[in-house]
């Protein structure tokens, strides 16, 4: 009797640990079920290892996300965020630790510009989306299955703060070969950075 209630006992804690190792995994699919695309000349960009090659031109972001949520960018001229920003990274203390995603310290910004700290390294527009008539986006797409927001990029503004003076440069006039952009859907614990919230792409411009 006792040998069969051990081998139930054993039977039960396998499928508990069956269905919450599944569960993590529809979990783990559903939270990194959002894309980045990069558009140019109503084209998308194909990249099978995340670095886009651009012409120094007009392009578009596109966030496809299965529902609508803020997104967060930040913009680098060299790879430092790439290095600093990973999952676990906590983002609510952000005057004592000056690193991106920090709460309370995205800004907007212009229409058509992205923005590179080039001092701190912690700036980061807030693409936000509130409802059809509140949000910062170009475009906005909304079905019953996925949500597009589309930012379009003409220029960089380059933000310094001694002097405190920002630069505004057409792509055209970039001459830089790289932009490292981290984007980030925090959806869940909003004081860390959680596996699936982040996504890293390289534009290389030709």
């Not at 054993?10 to 069956?18: D, E, N, Q, R």
């Not at 559903?30 to 194909?46: A, L, T």
């Not at 031109?57 to 790879?79: A, E, G």
């Amino acid at each position: 009797m006792i040998r069969k209630y051990w081998q139930y006992t054993f039977l039960i804690l396998i499928s508990v640990s069956w269905i919450g190792c599944n569960l993590k995994q529809i979990e783990s699919k559903k939270q990194n079920d959002w894309v980045v695309e990069i558009v140019q000349d109503g084209e998308v960009i194909s990249s099978p290892n995340q670095e886009y090659r651009l012409q120094k031109n007009p392009f578009t972001i596109r966030i496809r996300l299965p529902k609508p949520h803020h997104v967060q960018l930040n913009v680098l001229n060299k790879d430092d965020n790439f290095k600093r920003i990973n999952p676990d990274l906590p983002i609510d203390s952000c005057p004592e630790t000056m690193q991106p995603f920090c709460i309370g310290m995205g800004f907007s910004g212009e229409t058509g510009r992205l923005y590179i700290d080039e001092e701190y390294g912690e700036g980061h527009l807030f693409l936000y989306y509130e409802n059809e008539n509140d949000h910062n986006w170009d475009r906005v797409e909304i079905s019953e299955t996925q949500t597009v927001f589309e930012r379009d990029v003409f220029g960089l503004v380059f933000q310094r703060y001694h002097p405190n003076e920002d630069e505004f440069i057409l792509l055209q006039s970039f001459t830089g070969p790289r932009l490292y952009l981290v984007f980030l859907v925090n959806d869940r614990d909003r004081n860390l950075i959680n596996e699936g919230e982040l996504k890293k792409i390289i534009l290389s411009f030709e």
